[in-house]
């Protein structure tokens, strides 16, 4: 077994970027550009924070943990749960307030760079300090039970570990495949092309090197995350690499089998210079990037202005017997924010009766507010979520 950090090469696509993955590269960032074209901040910060809880449940659901979007946001709202549902629900939970913070990170200027150690250990720290007591401990096949310190990677001493068939670099050399791996991705940034690209290696390549105990998966998507939004293709948070990892292109079994195959070593002189195959590590990185590119499409579409607007409408129509109700909630979509008092200039009637419209919308849970006197901004019912959003959390297609 290779033990020099060579054996994780090639991380990168340096002589020559495949045209295919050149090419993807550049729609990507195209559609990207696009999402969420005419949405007011406010109303995209709202989506946003949706994405964030349909990317945890199926960064969770690629763990094998099916957790209901409703647990997830009654562990948001910090309201009791169910003994069966709490720890899951909490794991959940874990992982929005962590992409939360790197979203903000992102925003302020403040995130280290994705790849490195420093990010890596503080995503698995903070992730980790945020679980319930009883998924903080790894399961060994003869009962015994072992904690997980957050933020702490292998250590020499620490036993080997074995993922299915791959054999990750001993806990004795980790720190030196760590080094190289960060440096070698920081060379990606020299591009937006690359910078891209890199996401899908980085990606393999960590899971590769299997640096902590436990985690690993969660810490490479969120890392995966973290990349888009430094690549420049984050689309103000309305995408989610997660879902389409779990779902694949064809099949939900796609995402562990490209992983392996993306382990297989070298074959022959034609086949790159590296320790690993570099026409698996194309054949990874062409799905990957079409897997990001099929989710910014389906939420570009799901996120469209004139589509969600029409989808709300319609749902407000149907649910509230006040026919102005529509077109306030239009309206508030289309702002973002809403003073109350200019609910009567929107919807051209007495002030009572724009009132009224208010307080129904408000009651039904499709308007909110800080307070009872401050503007009013829109709302996602967990209730109607799926007629909202077709296909977020299930397999459905957008109405006509």
Request: charged letters at 25%.
């Given at each position: 077994?290779?033990?020099?950090?060579?054996?994780?090469?090639?991380?990168?696509?340096?002589?020559?970027?495949?045209?295919?993955?050149?090419?993807?590269?550049?729609?990507?960032q195209?559609?990207?550009?696009?999402?969420g074209?005419?949405?007011?901040?406010?109303?995209?910060?709202?989506?946003?924070?949706?994405?964030?809880?349909?990317?945890?449940?199926?960064?969770?659901?690629?763990?094998?943990?099916?957790?209901?979007?409703?647990?997830?946001?009654?562990?948001?709202?910090?309201?009791?749960?169910?003994?069966?549902?709490?720890?899951?629900?909490?794991?959940?939970?874990?992982?929005?307030?962590?992409?939360?913070?790197?979203?903000?990170?992102?925003?302020?200027?403040?995130?280290?760079?994705?790849?490195?150690?420093?990010?890596?250990?503080?995503?698995?720290?903070?992730?980790?300090?945020?679980?319930?007591?009883?998924?903080?401990?790894?399961?060994?096949?003869?009962?015994?039970?072992?904690?997980?310190?957050?933020?702490?990677?292998?250590?020499?001493?620490?036993?080997?570990?074995?993922v299915?068939?791959?054999?990750?670099?001993?806990?004795?050399?980790?720190?030196?495949?760590?080094?190289?791996?960060?440096?070698?991705f920081?060379?990606?940034?020299?591009?937006?092309?690359?910078?891209?690209?890199?996401?899908?290696?980085?990606?393999?390549?960590?899971?590769?090197?299997?640096?902590?105990?436990?985690?690993?998966?969660?810490?490479?998507?969120?890392?995966?995350h973290?990349?888009?939004?430094?690549?420049?293709?984050?689309?103000?948070?309305?995408?989610?690499?997660?879902?389409?990892?779990?779902?694949?292109?064809?099949?939900?079994?796609?995402?562990?089998?490209?992983?392996?195959?993306?382990?297989?070593?070298?074959h022959?002189?034609?086949?790159?210079?590296?320790?690993?195959?570099?026409?698996?590590?194309k054949?990874?990185?062409?799905?990957?990037?079409?897997?990001?590119?099929?989710?910014?499409?389906?939420?570009?579409?799901?996120?469209?202005?004139?589509?969600?607007?029409?989808?709300?409408?319609?749902?407000?129509?149907?649910?509230?017997?006040?026919?102005?109700?529509?077109?306030?909630?239009?309206?508030?979509?289309?702002?973002?924010?809403?003073?109350?008092?200019?609910?009567?200039?929107?919807?051209?009637?007495?002030?009572?009766?724009?009132?009224?419209?208010?307080?129904?919308?408000?009651?039904?849970?499709?308007?909110?507010?800080?307070?009872p006197?401050?503007?009013?901004?829109?709302?996602?019912?967990?209730?109607?979520?799926?007629?909202?959003?077709?296909?977020?959390?299930?397999?459905?297609?957008?109405?006509?």
């Amino acid at each position: 077994m290779l033990e020099t950090p060579g054996r994780i090469e090639p991380c990168l696509f340096e002589e020559h970027i495949p045209a295919e993955l050149a090419d993807l590269s550049v729609e990507i960032q195209r559609e990207a550009s696009g999402l969420g074209q005419g949405l007011h901040p406010d109303s995209a910060a709202e989506l946003a924070d949706l994405v964030r809880m349909m990317n945890c449940y199926y960064s969770n659901l690629i763990e094998g943990h099916n957790t209901r979007p409703r647990d997830i946001e009654k562990a948001l709202a910090g309201t009791e749960l169910e003994e069966d549902t709490r720890p899951l629900a909490l794991e959940a939970r874990a992982h929005i307030i962590v992409q939360r913070a790197i979203d903000e990170m992102q925003r302020n200027g403040t995130m280290p760079v994705p790849t490195s150690v420093e990010f890596l250990a503080w995503v698995h720290q903070a992730f980790y300090d945020e679980m319930p007591k009883e998924l903080r401990v790894i399961e060994h096949p003869d009962g015994s039970q072992e904690p997980i310190v957050p933020g702490r990677m292998r250590q020499d001493g620490d036993s080997e570990v074995a993922v299915g068939r791959h054999h990750p670099p001993s806990s004795m050399r980790l720190s030196a495949f760590m080094d190289h791996f960060d440096k070698r991705f920081q060379i990606a940034a020299r591009s937006a092309s690359s910078r891209i690209i890199a996401i899908a290696s980085a990606h393999h390549r960590l899971n590769f090197i299997h640096p902590f105990p436990d985690g690993n998966g969660r810490v490479s998507r969120l890392m995966s995350h973290a990349m888009a939004l430094n690549a420049g293709i984050g689309g103000q948070g309305l995408w989610s690499i997660s879902r389409g990892l779990a779902r694949g292109l064809k099949d939900r079994g796609e995402y562990k089998q490209m992983m392996d195959h993306a382990d297989s070593p070298r074959h022959g002189d034609r086949d790159g210079r590296g320790n690993l195959s570099e026409a698996a590590l194309k054949t990874f990185s062409a799905w990957f990037l079409n897997v990001a590119l099929d989710q910014i499409t389906f939420s570009a579409k799901l996120f469209d202005l004139g589509g969600l607007d029409k989808r709300y409408q319609r749902l407000v129509a149907d649910t509230i017997d006040d026919k102005r109700a529509p077109d306030l909630i239009s309206a508030v979509l289309r702002h973002g924010a809403l003073d109350r008092g200019d609910a009567q200039i929107v919807l051209k009637t007495s002030e009572r009766t724009a009132r009224n419209t208010l307080k129904q919308l408000t009651t039904a849970g499709f308007l909110t507010s800080a307070s009872p006197k401050t503007p009013v901004r829109l709302a996602f019912p967990l209730d109607y979520r799926e007629r909202l959003f077709p296909n977020l959390f299930a397999d459905a297609d957008l109405p006509a």
